[in-house]
């Protein structure tokens, strides 16, 4: 089955700076990829998805990029605030079958003023 | 903008006993998941539903655990004989269609099994 790997677990970033957060797959027949924030105890809300027919995705001060080839995908958010302080998960998914998204294990980003 | 709900947001219940979690699915999806995150943990499948029928379980989902379509509007899940270790937040999620449509989680019910 998928497996998802995602880097890194925890990130501290200052107020306006970049994050960046890395996901990796094993399932070549995975082509939807969702990246998901969650704040503490509250439900996983969707932030942006790309799906494998295209390479970058941006809306915003979000951006998620995928290389099929190398089964890498990141999520990239700019003028970082503090708001965007969350749990931020990564999943694949395959559209061709009824098949659940899998997720990555999380990362902690704190933005820091 | 229409949401997944559930219900109850928490149970308390005892080791052995059944529990069953509610959830009412966005009316004009077809896909029905449910997953579970433990504490500090990632979100984990559980089971898909289509068609009042299971689309897909993971090994989690294993004899102790049902799923059902009781009516028009909700969407259960059933742990038979609760064990500690299934202390979990359960979140429900819905999809217009399978597996690479956007899933839309519900705020979840935190399970605590004593």
Known sequence: GENVEQHPSTLSVQEGDSAVI????SDSASNYFPWYKQELGKR???IIDIRSNVGEKKDQRIAVTLNKTA?????????????DSAVYFCAAGDSGSARQLTFGSGTQLTVLP | EPE????????????G??????????????YFYWYRQILGQKVEFLVSFYNNEISEKSEIFDDQFSVERPDGSNFTLKIRSTKLEDSAMYFCASSVNRGGETQ??????RLLVL
């Open chain 1, 22 to 25: 890395k996901c990796t797959y």
């Open chain 1, 44 to 46: 996983p809300q969707l």
């Open chain 1, 71 to 83: 089964k890498h995908f990141s999520l990239h958010i700019t003028e970082t605030q503090p708001e």
């Open chain 2, 4 to 15: 997944v709900t559930q219900t109850p947001s928490h149970q308390v219940t005892q080791m």
């Open chain 2, 17 to 30: 006993q059944e529990v069953i979690l509610r959830c009412v699915p966005i009316s004009n999806h077809l």
């Open chain 2, 104 to 109: 839309y989680f519900g705020p979840g019910t």
